[in-house]
């Protein structure tokens, strides 16, 4: 088993997002570790089918989807009203009356602010990753 560490959801990027958005949909993620100047990346595998490379913070495929399933609602701040995260994209999980649920998440892009979101609404403030995702 590999040792694990929490991370702020507020701070998740890159892979440790992809992993916490699998943990969060409740997908069973793998990380095949870094070799030859390739980090390491998430996994997941459906039944019956080859592992697939998992991102759905960078991924509108995959990410995109999860938009609509989550009802995650997208505003682009402006550069003069960053997020408290500093960035300037923010989301939100909202209920199926539309109601926006906190916390929420913010981001560079939509797609991260959404994967955020997710997992803000799923762990709050903080989630468990495996240690070889951290940079």
Not at 6 to 17: Q, R, S
Not at 34 to 54: C, D, K, N
Not at 120 to 128: E, G, I
Request: glycine share 10%; with cysteine; hydrophobic share 40%.
């Amino acid at each position: 088993m590999t040792d694990l560490i929490e991370v702020k959801t507020a701070d998740l990027a890159g892979e440790p997002l992809n992993w916490s958005v699998a943990i969060a949909m409740g997908l069973n993620p793998s990380v095949v570790p870094a070799q030859y100047g390739v980090p390491a990346r998430v996994f997941i595998q459906q039944e019956g089918m080859f592992p697939e490379r998992y991102k759905p913070c960078v991924d509108w495929a995959q990410g995109g989807p999860l938009i609509e399933k989550h009802h995650i609602q997208t505003s682009f701040n402006g550069k003069g009203f960053r997020t408290t995260s500093g960035e300037y994209w923010c989301a939100y999980v909202c209920s199926d009356t539309g109601k926006e649920q906190f916390p929420s998440g913010g981001g560079g892009t939509p797609l991260i602010a959404a994967c955020r979101a997710i997992v803000a609404a799923k762990f709050v403030d903080s989630v468990q990753m495996p240690k070889e995702l951290q940079p």
